[in-house]
């Protein structure tokens, strides 16, 4: 059987069009510009083709919580420290008491989170070597603490602690290596006094309580327990404390609105990842993702992109995220047609842990491998130090995932969906990409001798099958009823390839 242009592009997802939260997008290089802040208006929003054919991203929690760089069960998010830490008799307020005593707020960390040994291009040396294309940083989450200068606060990075931009150095070493930079920013923060902030809070609050009877139980819990407090207070004997840099402002609306802006006329950034979202008609995230796709004509012509979490069901979005979604068995892809992003931290805490467990980097291998078989990119998290290094065990895990990148990257790297993500063979499942001119078959296990692929593949008197990282010398093939039996070489000697891990089967004509 020939491989023809017709026949790897059957189910592709190439050019063609995608419905987006009810509207509809399409693939191109750049926006045309020109939009309103409506949903109707921004719907016409071009997917950029780099997101599309970069697949793999670095993501990255970083901010004061890296100080205590603590959590654990029932909730082990470390970068959640302050809200956790606020409740009575939870793990994180008697680990709290213990270790720093009762008198200690959370803002004492602001100062002690220096950042004295960030190295950015170290870091963008990593992003690039692990073999991924873009990476999201987080500019500020929940605890407000921005890592970029603000008017609208002094609670930042150049005004406390550090002293330095953190944003704008990764950025500017990113882009020197053909990174492209997404910048994170929660639309909450847990205590923000500014007038409005109570709407961001609610949408957090709900989102918690929807987790009840999760893996998390006593979510709940702390939306009554912590939410309902006014402001910032010691845990421990409930009298308010500063919000340390806080500026007034009319509303807590217009200070998140102040603060998107600048990262936009600041950094250009080319992916904006908002979290948690709030209501559309007071945030109005639909006029600031406007103002961003305006813009990308002049400083982002490759195309620019948002969440799908900047607002409620009526704010538009380019791509659904779906988060830790192997860990709870969230299912990966999202509505039909839509773009997704499975976001994946290496254990269960997205910030620097030291309690926490991490897996091991052939896990984050087969779900690269998985998401982009079934159409999707894959956000792997990284959670440095206070002081600005990069755990090693998380460095070895990124090692490992760019050596494997660096053979096979091909099967993966601006590849598309076959006309079906998966079937099962010999060697457990399997997983198929395809190009214009090739389909890939990858094993998540050494298949031995001979690979079993229990459906039919494009594979005849006139096509090629290849293994990635070892000769190029053609593999036999047979029909066998139900599908196709490839034999490895060597004997089915797995020193044949230089690959570990996974592995990747190339077929051509």
């Not at 601006?414 to 993500?421: A, D, E, K, L, S």
């Amino acid at each position: 059987m020939r491989i023809g242009r017709r026949t790897l592009l059957r189910g592709a997802a190439l050019g063609g069009a995608f419905a987006v939260g009810g509207a509809h997008t399409t693939i191109a290089t750049a926006a045309p510009g020109g939009y309103v802040g409506t949903r109707e208006s921004l719907a016409s929003h071009p997917l950029p083709q780099w997101w599309r054919d970069r697949k793999f991203g670095i993501f990255i929690h970083w901010g004061p919580y890296a100080v205590p760089a603590w959590s654990a069960l029932p909730m082990p998010l470390a970068e959640w420290y302050w809200l956790l830490q606020q409740v009575p008799g939870s793990p994180q307020w008697e680990h709290h008491r213990q270790t720093y005593g009762p008198e200690v707020v959370y803002d004492d960390f602001l100062s002690r989170f220096r950042a004295e040994r960030y190295d950015p291009d170290a870091w963008a040396d990593l992003i690039r070597d692990s073999g991924a294309g873009y990476f999201v940083l987080t500019a500020k989450h929940h605890d407000g603490f921005a890592l970029f200068p603000s008017r609208v606060t002094n609670r930042t990075a150049t005004a406390l602690g550090p002293g330095r931009d953190l944003v704008g150095e990764l950025v500017t070493a990113a882009r020197r290596r053909d990174l492209k930079a997404g910048l994170y920013y929660s639309i909450p923060e847990f205590f923000n006094p500014a007038p409005g902030g109570d709407l961001a809070r609610q949408r957090l609050s709900s989102m918690l309580d929807s987790m009840r009877g999760g893996a998390f139980q006593p979510t709940q819990l702390l939306a009554a327990a912590v939410f309902d407090k006014q402001g910032a207070r010691n845990a421990y004997t409930q009298h308010p404390v500063p919000y340390t840099g806080y500026l007034d402002v009319p509303g807590y609306g217009d200070h998140v609105r102040a603060q998107l802006r600048e990262l936009i006329a600041g950094y250009h950034p080319d992916l904006l990842w908002a979290d948690v979202g709030g209501p559309e008609a007071y945030f109005r995230g639909n006029d600031i993702i406007a103002e961003f796709h305006n813009q990308a004509a002049t400083f982002n012509p490759d195309g620019v992109l948002v969440n799908d979490r900047f607002g409620d069901h009526t704010t538009h979005f380019d791509y659904q995220v779906r988060e830790q979604a192997s860990l709870y068995q969230i299912p990966a892809r999202g509505a039909v047609g839509v773009p997704v992003e499975v976001a994946r931290a290496m254990g269960f805490s997205w910030s620097h842990n030291v309690a926490d467990i991490l897996d091991p980097a052939e896990k984050f291998i087969g779900e690269l491998i998985a998401a982009v078989a079934d159409g999707s990119n894959y956000l792997l998290n990284i959670g440095p130090r206070a002081d600005g290094t990069i755990p090693e065990e998380m460095v070895d895990r990124l090692r490992v995932v760019g050596e494997w990148l660096r053979v096979n990257g091909e099967a993966i790297h601006g590849t598309r969906p076959w006309h079906q993500p998966s079937a099962e063979s010999s060697s457990g499942t399997v997983y198929f990409t395809m190009t214009d001119t090739a389909v890939y078959v990858l094993a998540t296990t050494w298949p031995g001798a001979e690979l079993t692929v229990r459906t039919a593949l494009p594979v005849g008197a006139d096509t090629t099958v290849t293994l990635l990282g070892a000769d190029r010398a053609p593999l036999a093939t047979r029909s066998v009823p139900g599908g196709v039996t490839i034999a490895l070489p060597d004997g089915g000697n797995p020193a044949a390839t230089a690959s570990r891990h996974a592995y990747a089967l190339r077929i051509t004509g």
